[in-house]
């Protein structure tokens, strides 16, 4: 059974600051893997699709990495604003399609 | 752009009703997904479906079911509420090549 692990728990950083977040994963034979953010109280957005032939996916300020053999992926996200501050989880996609999610990281961007 | 919408933001039953809990997506996806999220625990699929009436058990199905009569509308029933079905509840959906999940608004259910 998949199992997923997301480090740090929790992030406080000052504006501006580049940042990485770290997710890892037992099972190394996924299809893909989904980033997404959460905002309290709200569902999921999804930042970031990343197919299990591809290394990297980039949107604006978001970049994240896969390197499936090892079971890790991570978020990395330049220039860090107060609007950031949410909870990022991340989530490999198995064989049924099914996702299976990290307890996520929840970052707090301080202005 | 992707939208899935969920029947209810807050919902409050009480011990023993029957609930319902609609999803709907407008984009014409195969797969949709219940998920339930609680403190500590993160997310986790209750029940998914591939297409209009399949239905596929998840992690953690006991006590609840779902209906998949059209393509868009995914419903998930708790035939008898309990204490312990207290949850935020969130529905998404994915195409059947590229599964990228979209997810709703979530339903916030309280069991009294």
């Known amino acids: 059974k998949q199992e997923v692990t997301q480090i740090p728990a929790a992030l406080s950083v000052p504006e501006g600051e580049n940042l990485v977040l770290n997710c890892s994963f037992t099972?190394?034979?996924?299809?893909?893997l989904q980033w997404f953010r959460q905002d309290p109280g709200k569902g999921l957005t999804s930042l970031l699709l990343?197919?299990?032939?591809?290394r990297e996916q980039t949107s604006g300020r978001l970049n994240a990495s896969l390197d499936k053999s090892s079971g890790r992926s991570t978020l990395y996200i330049a220039a860090s604003q107060p609007g950031d501050s949410a909870t990022y989880l991340c989530?490999?996609?198995?064989?049924?399609?099914?996702?299976?999610f990290g307890s996520g990281t929840q970052l707090t961007v301080l202005p | 752009d992707v939208k899935v919408t969920q029947s209810s933001r807050y919902l409050v039953k009480r011990t023993g009703e029957k609930v319902f809990l609609e999803c709907v997506q407008d984009?014409?996806?195969?797969?949709m997904f219940w998920y339930r999220q609680d403190p500590g625990l993160g997310l986790r699929l209750i029940y998914f479906?591939?297409?209009?009436?399949?239905?596929e058990k998840g992690d953690i199905p006991e006590g609840y079911s779902v209906s998949r009569e059209k393509k868009e509308r995914f419903s998930l029933i708790l035939e008898s509420a309990s204490t312990n079905q207290t949850s935020m509840y969130l529905c998404?959906?994915?195409?059947?090549?590229?599964?990228?999940?979209?997810f709703g608004p979530g339903t916030r259910l309280t069991v009294t």
């Open positions: 479906s591939y297409d209009v009436k399949m239905k």
């Open positions: 984009m014409d996806h195969e797969n």
């Open positions: 998404a959906s994915s195409t059947k090549g590229h599964y990228e999940q979209y």
């Open positions: 990343i197919q299990s032939s591809q």
């Open positions: 099972d190394s034979a996924i299809y893909n």
């Open positions: 989530a490999p996609g198995g064989s049924a399609r099914q996702l299976t």
